[in-house]
């Protein structure tokens, strides 16, 4: 069920709504980290967390490396598992979701 949740936010369906978004800088980590929380349906609600690194990608990396985790907020509420899911690249992510939601 999170891997629909999670498709669902990223596909732009019109049940799914940005609440909030921000985004903050660490030059001395040098990460940037966006914090999105996400409400689906009127009642889940999600958050998605992002780290990339501010240095760009070697040319010869596909996929570069990143943090993502979708996490749900009122999990006992919206009876939804897993209750979070974490990633270290978008291809990782994006894998998982076509392997989950076929």
């Known amino acids: 069920m999170l891997a629909e949740l ?3 936010c990223l596909d732009g369906d019109c049940r799914c709504r940005l609440l909030s978004s921000g985004l903050t800088l660490d030059p001395l980590a040098e990460v940037r980290r966006r914090n999105d929380i996400w409400e689906v349906d009127g ?5 998605c967390e992002r780290e990339d690194d501010l240095l760009p990608a070697e040319a010869s ?3 570069p490396e990143c943090w993502i985790q979708w996490k749900i907020l009122n999990p006992v ?3 939804i598992t897993p209750v979070s ?3 270290t690249s978008e291809c990782q992510q994006n894998y998982w979701l076509k392997r989950q939601t076929c």
């Open 77 to 79: 509420e919206a009876g």
């Open 85 to 87: 899911r974490s990633f």
């Open 43 to 47: 009642k889940i609600l999600m958050s």
């Open 6 to 8: 999670i498709k669902r």
């Open 61 to 63: 990396q596909i996929c």
